[in-house]
């Protein structure tokens, strides 16, 4: 036990915090405290408590490593995650509707909530175009639920540990029955904290709370307890150590149940993880990408024949551009991939989700090589998408058509099959206009591919640039005569 001094100290932070709160909200119901701001530093944090965001975090941290396999989350990923806390803290501004918190034998009612915001959440990932902060936001609240069922129930107190298998799944309930004793009796903990309630009955049970809608019909049922709750009766004249059963935190005079806290809190990071799996079953993985912020592919096929060294440098700036115009957003790529392609040989290819490494590989290519006009260009597009997951785009750059269009019809089957827009780049032409790229363009989703007999600018963003180029500059009439194919010339490696 610590001692007496200091607990003393921390009860009058936390009684000075709890009239603070007060002033702001009249019966405020405790749960797992919500974010990790000063109150709940003051009332769970600082004895080492987990809250709402806690749990949140680490189970969906873990999810995004496991499913990505990322070492750490990007920024769009905890992005995309603090969306979903905000919304999971925001659920405490209903002291209410019992329902959102598992509190007083809900059961039935929260099951339907969650069963309802599960299907807001696939709603609205399978809505064209993708409503991500909308399924970010039902999710949230869903988590907030489902966490505070393992601090008001009797769930842990009954032995078990891990996430029930039926919170969240179109199951019922075995809660108590209305005239069924649930709570008989308590254990005196000591004069600095409240008393902690008996469970006597084998099935479930949460505690009810003053203020909320459903009230507590007699003593035999649990109470959530702690300062706030006017359902349970007090042991002191000041009615501060109000008798429950919740494991909101570690301090026994706010949570009765206090010792169960860590167990309660683990379980509530398994089923966290259970009901973002139980979507995932549901959903493809762009939709996934889109609901955890893990964010797209970003791959090129470059050519680096000798006949680009006129425009590789400018080529390297413009992906490079790309790479840096997304980091930081919700586009921000989980893989990036370069698949060069040469004249015979292709590659080396590169897969990786560090950008700076990949932007590296990017500023090592130069010009070299070939002895033809026609390139692999379809093979490096192909080897491209080959080594890509699942959603995003492939940006392709060549001055010249390609000698394996043959390739057209496989390299338009797997973009479609991995949800990937291929658009091909052409500076100017060696030989006639493939008909292959316009078709590539077209059926993965890109609608065209661009053609230009300029460099493109190093300083400007590529999106810009592309979506500035005019149709006159875009692929010429396939009965233009081409122009004469420069000489190959040999290029240092930079």
């Given at each position: 036990m610590?001692?007496?001094?200091?607990?003393?100290?921390?009860?009058?932070?936390?009684?000075?915090?709890?009239?603070?709160?007060?002033?702001?909200?009249?019966?405020?119901?405790?749960?797992?405290?919500?974010?990790?701001?000063?109150?709940?530093?003051?009332?769970?944090?600082?004895?080492?408590?987990?809250?709402?965001?806690?749990?949140?975090?680490?189970?969906?941290?873990?999810l995004?490593k496991?499913?990505?396999?990322v070492?750490?989350?990007?920024?769009s990923?905890?992005?995309?995650?603090?969306?979903?806390?905000?919304?999971?803290?925001r659920?405490?501004?209903?002291?209410?509707?019992?329902?959102?918190?598992?509190?007083?034998?809900?059961?039935?009612?929260?099951?339907?909530?969650?069963?309802?915001?599960?299907?807001?959440?696939l709603?609205?990932?399978r809505?064209?175009?993708?409503?991500?902060?909308?399924?970010?936001?039902?999710?949230?609240?869903?988590?907030?639920?489902?966490?505070?069922?393992?601090?008001?129930?009797?769930?842990?107190?009954?032995?078990?540990?891990g996430?029930?298998?039926?919170?969240?799944?179109?199951?019922?309930?075995p809660?108590?029955?209305?005239?069924?004793?649930?709570?008989?009796?308590?254990?005196?903990?000591?004069s600095?904290?409240?008393?902690?309630?008996?469970?006597?009955?084998?099935?479930?049970?949460?505690?009810?709370y003053?203020?909320?809608?459903?009230?507590?019909?007699?003593?035999?049922?649990?109470s959530?307890?702690?300062?706030?709750?006017?359902?349970?009766?007090?042991?002191?004249?000041l009615?501060?150590?109000?008798?429950?059963?919740?494991?909101?935190?570690?301090?026994?005079?706010?949570?009765?149940?206090?010792?169960?806290?860590n167990?309660?809190?683990?379980?509530?990071?398994?089923?966290?993880?259970?009901?973002?799996?139980?979507?995932?079953?549901?959903?493809?993985?762009?939709?996934?990408?889109?609901?955890?912020?893990?964010?797209?592919?970003?791959?090129?096929?470059?050519?680096?024949?000798?006949?680009?060294?006129?425009?590789?440098?400018g080529?390297?700036?413009s992906?490079?551009?790309?790479?840096?115009?997304r980091?930081?957003?919700?586009?921000?790529?989980l893989?990036?991939?370069?698949?060069?392609?040469?004249?015979?040989y292709?590659?080396?290819?590169?897969?990786?989700?560090?950008?700076?490494?990949?932007?590296?590989?990017?500023?090592?290519?130069?010009?070299?090589?070939?002895?033809?006009?026609?390139?692999?260009?379809?093979?490096?597009?192909?080897n491209?998408?080959?080594?890509?997951?699942?959603?995003?785009?492939?940006?392709?750059?060549?001055?010249?058509?390609?000698?394996?269009?043959?390739?057209?019809?496989?390299v338009i089957?797997?973009?479609?099959?991995?949800?990937?827009?291929?658009?091909?780049?052409?500076?100017?032409?060696?030989?006639?206009?493939?008909?292959?790229?316009?078709?590539?363009?077209?059926?993965?989703?890109?609608?065209?591919?661009c053609?230009?007999?300029?460099?493109?600018?190093?300083?400007?963003?590529?999106?810009?640039?592309w979506?500035?180029?005019t149709?006159?500059?875009?692929c010429?009439?396939?009965?233009?005569?081409?122009a004469?194919?420069?000489?190959?010339?040999?290029?240092?490696?930079?």
């Amino acid at each position: 036990m610590r001692p007496q001094v200091n607990h003393l100290h921390r009860q009058l932070l936390c009684l000075l915090a709890l009239l603070a709160l007060s002033l702001l909200m009249a019966q405020r119901s405790w749960a797992f405290c919500p974010k990790n701001g000063l109150l709940c530093l003051v009332t769970a944090r600082s004895n080492g408590a987990l809250t709402h965001q806690d749990i949140t975090q680490r189970g969906i941290e873990e999810l995004d490593k496991s499913y990505f396999g990322v070492p750490k989350l990007t920024n769009s990923m905890q992005k995309a995650l603090d969306e979903i806390i905000e919304a999971n803290a925001r659920v405490d501004e209903d002291q209410t509707t019992s329902a959102k918190h598992f509190d007083g034998e809900s059961g039935a009612a929260a099951q339907a909530r969650l069963a309802e915001l599960k299907r807001n959440v696939l709603d609205a990932l399978r809505s064209d175009p993708i409503n991500a902060h909308g399924a970010r936001e039902n999710l949230g609240s869903a988590l907030h639920t489902i966490q505070d069922f393992y601090s008001h129930s009797n769930w842990v107190e009954g032995g078990n540990s891990g996430a029930h298998p039926g919170v969240g799944r179109p199951v019922s309930l075995p809660f108590s029955g209305p005239t069924e004793t649930a709570c008989s009796g308590f254990v005196d903990t000591g004069s600095f904290c409240a008393n902690s309630s008996i469970i006597v009955t084998s099935n479930l049970t949460s505690g009810y709370y003053g203020g909320e809608d459903r009230v507590k019909p007699g003593p035999f049922k649990c109470s959530h307890g702690g300062p706030l709750d006017k359902s349970s009766p007090s042991s002191d004249p000041l009615g501060y150590f109000r008798e429950g059963i919740n494991k909101d935190t570690l301090y026994c005079d706010i949570s009765p149940h206090s010792g169960f806290h860590n167990a309660a809190a683990s379980a509530a990071i398994a089923a966290t993880k259970q009901f973002v799996g139980d979507i995932k079953a549901e959903i493809t993985e762009p939709q996934l990408k889109a609901l955890l912020g893990a964010g797209p592919t970003l791959a090129f096929a470059i050519d680096t024949t000798g006949s680009m060294g006129g425009v590789i440098a400018g080529v390297r700036a413009s992906a490079i551009s790309i790479v840096n115009s997304r980091l930081g957003t919700d586009e921000e790529p989980l893989q990036y991939v370069l698949a060069p392609f040469n004249d015979p040989y292709t590659g080396p290819n590169v897969s990786t989700n560090n950008a700076s490494a990949f932007k590296g590989a990017i500023s090592g290519l130069y010009a070299d090589g070939g002895d033809d006009c026609p390139e692999l260009a379809m093979t490096g597009m192909y080897n491209g998408l080959s080594l890509s997951n699942p959603s995003g785009n492939l940006f392709m750059y060549t001055d010249a058509s390609a000698k394996d269009a043959g390739l057209a019809s496989a390299v338009i089957g797997l973009a479609k099959s991995k949800e990937i827009k291929v658009f091909p780049i052409l500076f100017g032409s060696c030989s006639p206009i493939e008909p292959g790229y316009l078709r590539v363009a077209a059926e993965t989703g890109a609608s065209r591919s661009c053609c230009t007999s300029r460099k493109p600018a190093p300083s400007r963003s590529w999106p810009t640039w592309w979506a500035a180029t005019t149709p006159s500059r875009c692929c010429p009439s396939p009965t233009r005569s081409p122009a004469r194919r420069p000489m190959r010339s040999r290029w240092t490696r930079r």
